[in-house]
């Protein structure tokens, strides 16, 4: 047909016409041959069997009253005897049910099989009439002593004398009719079966043919729909993201076809418009560029862009080179600002590195001891102290408020502030107690004046300048966080305060937790509150560690949270379980394995001991 085109349309539907003709044979196959067999089966339940078993009942009663009549005949006994009351019943109502029953049946017989029951009733009929000439000669007990009557009942049942002469006949019958039905039975049986197998075998053949045919309508589709998709979708990916097809995509005969023609044309023409804003990028203002068609509202958008870009680059040229020499000025006044920023907080670096113990000076404190220390910026508010004074051994860890250079001055202020406290006191609850009143004395303000420290920094630092009468007292909220631990080796006891920073032992596995006084140095005014002291007896292995709260404030993980107590706790107890020498690497691994991608949120110090 002219015109005519082998489309999608007309390929899927082929293909499921074909697939559906041989669903529709097979299901029409399969109803004849179900039919068939439903009938036969019906047949077979319906009067088969049914026959059968009528048959043999009629058999098993015939074999019964023979036993009966030559019981009857031989033994003399009175009329209602069990077993002529069973005969009489045979002989009245049972052998009449039987030849009922079959009747009943003869219409599904055969021609051969229906004369058959009749003579069969004709064979009954005579041979219960011999039943009832035997009852009448001995009806009862005074009857068997009539010689004559017993010999002539007696001679009924001689070999070869009617009874044996009717009752074999109608065996012979009965074994024949069974015969009959039971052939007929089989037959239906090896009909139904090869039924069976007829409709398993077409069912198997056009299960082929449907797969065959999937599988050819698989391979069609693949290579004349699939494939082009495959092209079209591929060409269309590069085009979402930019990038131009390395090639066209294949024209067939069909939808897909027009859709890529279409695709083709498109990539044609971002090709063009590539090219034209890289020329007019470049620069190139004067290159030609044709629309699409009138409709292109992209393609008059970029000669428009073209005349502007080409407007501004004349304005523009103008102001670069004001601007160029305006921004080598500022250029070179940020570079003298940010190298006396980074000289400054080198130099405070330098400062707070000198007041914090060496390794060895920490050693000879205490032997076994590690600590894990890491700023947030280059210097940082957290810091750790070593001391010995007499027989006892003194460490802390120190959080002051803020981080930064802001932080490292207030750990200065700390750190000269606890080595003149503990030149007299060395029991740790005192040495907060006068820290708090030593740090608060040293930020005054008459010292401030003194000390020309700017309130800028004070205001850094959260200390407050204002609102306190003859500056008595100025500290607020802020001010040091700090664990501080005194040790006498003689006793083996350990002495510790706190403030908001508890003290962790870890023993055998097991860790306890120390509470901090909740307040703060420089938090009170001297004299309102005072700090507590815990004494706890240590021995030989047990494990001290003092901590700030960055470690467990800090955020990662795969959810991004908090590290929380919880796990920094379980943290010190697997970092227990190592020796000292491995403590600060682990929790540094820990932390960063912790941290991941996020910033540090806040200076971390861990400080570790192991009790000889």
Not at 16 to 21: E, M
Not at 128 to 137: A, H, K, N, T
Request: with cysteine; glycine share 6%; charged share 25%.
């Amino acid at each position: 047909m002219k015109g005519f085109r082998w489309n999608i349309a007309w390929r899927m539907g082929l293909g499921f016409g074909v697939f559906i003709l041989a669903v529709a044979v097979l299901f029409f196959f399969t109803r004849s041959t179900l039919t068939q067999s439903s009938e036969l089966a019906e047949e077979v339940d319906a009067s088969l069997v049914p026959s059968l078993e009528a048959l043999e009942d009629m058999d098993q009663t015939l074999a019964t009253s023979l036993v009966y009549i030559n019981n009857w005949i031989e033994k003399q006994s009175r009329s209602d005897n069990e077993k002529k009351v069973a005969l009489r019943r045979m002989v009245n109502r049972e052998f009449p049910d039987h030849l009922e029953e079959l009747q009943a049946f003869d219409a599904a017989w055969s021609p051969a099989a229906r004369a058959h029951l009749d003579t069969l009733r004709t064979e009954t009929d005579a041979l219960l009439v011999l039943y009832g000439e035997i009852m009448r000669l001995l009806p009862d007990w005074k009857s068997y002593q009539d010689a004559e009557k017993g010999f002539l009942a007696a001679d009924y049942a001689d070999p070869g004398m009617p009874l044996e002469v009717f009752s074999t006949r109608v065996q012979r019958r009965l074994a024949t009719l069974t015969a009959g039905q039971n052939a007929a039975l089989r037959d239906r049986t090896a009909r139904m079966e090869e039924l069976g197998a007829q409709l398993t075998m077409y069912a198997g053949r056009v299960a082929w043919i449907v797969l065959i045919l999937g599988v050819a309508l698989g391979v069609i589709v693949t290579r004349s729909i699939v494939q082009p998709v495959k092209e079209l979708k591929r060409a269309l990916l590069h085009m979402g993201r930019g990038v131009l097809p390395d090639r066209h995509v294949r024209v067939t005969p069909d939808e897909i076809g027009d859709m890529a023609v279409a695709v083709n044309r498109l990539a044609e023409g971002l090709s063009r418009t590539q090219k034209f804003s890289q020329e007019v990028g470049g620069g190139d203002f004067d290159t030609p560029y044709e629309p699409l068609s009138d409709d292109d509202a992209l393609g008059k958008a970029l000669l428009q862009m073209r005349s502007s870009l080409a407007e501004n680059e004349r304005e523009l040229e103008g102001k670069v080179e004001e601007r160029t020499e305006e921004l080598a000025q500022q250029k070179a006044r940020a570079e003298e600002i940010l190298g006396d920023l980074q000289d400054s907080i080198s130099y405070a670096l330098r400062i707070q590195q000198a007041i914090l113990p060496s390794e060895q000076e920490r050693r000879e404190v205490v032997y076994d001891s590690a600590v894990f220390y890491q700023p947030r910026d280059v210097v940082s508010g957290d810091f750790y102290w070593f001391k010995s004074v007499g027989s006892r051994r003194m460490f802390a860890a120190i959080d002051c408020t803020g981080h930064g250079v802001p932080g490292a001055f207030l750990s200065l202020v700390g750190h000269n502030a606890l080595d003149r406290v503990t030149k007299v006191y060395t029991e740790p609850h005192k040495v907060l107690d006068k820290l708090n009143e030593h740090v608060l004395m040293l930020l005054r303000k008459d010292v401030r004046a003194e000390a020309s420290i700017p309130a800028e920094l004070l205001r850094e630092l959260a200390v407050s300048t204002e609102g306190v009468k003859n500056g008595a007292y100025f500290g607020g909220q802020d001010g040091m966080d700090l664990a501080m631990v005194a040790i006498n080796w003689e006793r083996m006891k350990v002495e510790y305060a706190g403030a908001n920073n508890p003290l962790y032992l870890v023993r055998d596995g097991v860790l306890e937790e120390f509470k901090a006084d909740k307040f703060a140095i420089c938090s009170f005014e001297p004299g309102s509150k005072n700090f507590n002291v815990q004494t706890l007896d240590v021995q030989s292995g047990d494990t001290l560690f003092l901590a700030t709260d960055g470690f467990v404030d800090q955020f990662g993980g795969p959810k991004g949270k908090k590290f929380m107590r919880r796990r920094f706790r379980e943290l010190l107890v697997e970092t227990a379980a190592l020796p000292v020498q491995e403590h600060e690497a682990h929790l540094k691994s820990s932390f960063e394995a912790w941290r991941g991608d996020e910033e540090q949120v806040d200076d971390v110090l861990v400080v570790s001991m192991r009790v000889p």
